[in-house]
């Protein structure tokens, strides 16, 4: 099975659950196969974005169970930008050769949040979305592209932040229904329905915009559900073309939350499922977080992925606080040491311009090389 998918096969669903059950006896050939078919699509480039994180608003309408990033109003960790905020962050940004503005927020928080309505009308808007168009605005006359990565946009939302964003992003985490059920980390996240979640992925698809989408490894799912939820999202490439890349994050435990005991995924399982996520998307550009997995980020390489997503020199990842930006230059010796090239992308992946708008793809091509990715001293 495995060596027709070299000569350009991908596998049927049950074909993918039998070389999991192969691989979990010995997962060597799965490797070999996965690595050559990164070769044969992605080269030995492998790319990362330079950002800085904007932690717009972190209060959230919703509850995931693992989640560490939203806040309650009053505590420590709570952010909420003003404008001045992210014109001051921007422009350190920028002086750090950043080309990615990653926009974050929590899902609505205006619905739950009289805090959250509060600043926003300080600010002169009356919803999270409306205020991300503007913060966009903000970022891209500073020089920088934005990913706004907001959960479930509205159609309208998403079409209007498509005039200044180069692409967006939403987490499937996973297509199984049973995880929202009783006791299950989205029991109390609705946004977090895998209906609701493939339904942003189709209105984005409709609207061509590139989206990145991934999974979480490790909350509870059987390794056929994961299979599954790679699949949702083979379906929805196919039909509308618009997924730019995968992100397979691995679960990390949080402190502060209900799953505060609950194991982070072996990494033998994480790697596993990221070779088959190659073999079901042999042409598909496939992220690990590498500070998610400090000490064996680069072993990756023999697994299939192609990217290593977006790296701040400046802003940490509040999604995962406790785990540091590995050091671009570091990553960039590892891939060496591996046979491989660390190349700076924009946050679009350069098959996707032909989706962006002009004007973007414009302002892009001042620092672009001929292959549409970062050149000159952006790519540093
Ligand atoms: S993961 Fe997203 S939707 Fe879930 S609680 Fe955190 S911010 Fe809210």
Request: with cysteine; proline share 6%.
């Amino acid at each position: 099975m495995l060596n027709r998918l070299v000569d350009g096969r991908t596998p049927s669903k049950d074909e993918a659950y039998n070389i999991y059950r192969d691989a979990e006896i010995d997962p060597t050939e799965l490797y070999q196969v996965s690595q050559l078919l990164r070769t044969n699509n992605k080269g030995k480039i492998v790319t990362y974005s330079r950002k800085v994180f904007f932690n717009l608003v972190n209060l959230c309408r919703d509850t995931c169970s693992y989640c560490t990033y939203k806040s309650e109003p009053g505590q420590d960790k709570v952010s909420m930008l003003s404008k001045n905020d992210i014109i001051v962050l921007a422009e350190v940004a920028k002086k750090q050769h950043c080309t990615e503005a990653l926009f974050v927020t929590g899902e609505r928080p205006e619905q739950k949040y009289q805090e959250a309505k509060t600043w926003l009308k300080e600010n002169g808007f009356s919803s999270t979305a409306e205020y991300l168009i503007k913060a966009s605005e903000i970022a891209l006359d500073n020089g920088l592209f934005p990913h706004t990565n907001a959960g479930n946009l509205t159609k309208e939302e998403m079409r209007q932040l498509k005039e200044t964003n180069v692409s967006l992003g939403v987490m499937l985490e996973n297509s199984s229904e049973r995880l929202s059920g009783n006791g299950m980390p989205h029991q109390f996240a609705p946004s977090k329905s895998p209906k609701a979640r493939i339904k942003v992925l189709q209105n984005a698809g409709e609207l061509k915009i590139p989206m990145t989408t991934g999974l979480l490894i490790g909350i509870g799912e059987s390794p056929q559900e994961l299979i599954d939820s790679i699949y949702a999202i083979k379906e929805i490439h196919e039909k509308y073309g618009n997924i730019q890349e995968i992100i397979l994050q691995n679960f990390q435990p949080k402190i502060d939350t209900p799953m505060k005991s609950s194991p982070s995924p072996q990494e033998r399982y994480f790697k596993t499922l990221v070779a088959l996520a190659r073999i079901i998307l042999p042409k598909t550009n496939i992220q690990i977080p590498p500070n998610l997995s400090p000490e064996s980020y680069s072993s990756f390489l023999s697994a299939g992925i192609n990217d290593w997503g977006g790296i701040s020199p400046i802003t940490q990842d509040f999604v995962n606080p406790e785990f540091p930006w590995p050091k671009i230059q570091d990553i960039d010796a590892s891939c060496s040491d591996a046979g491989f090239h660390l190349r700076a992308r924009f946050p679009v992946y350069p098959e996707f311009f032909h989706m962006v708008n002009q004007d973007l793809v414009s302002k892009m091509s001042e620092i672009a090389d001929s292959e549409n990715l970062v050149s000159g001293e952006y790519a540093r």
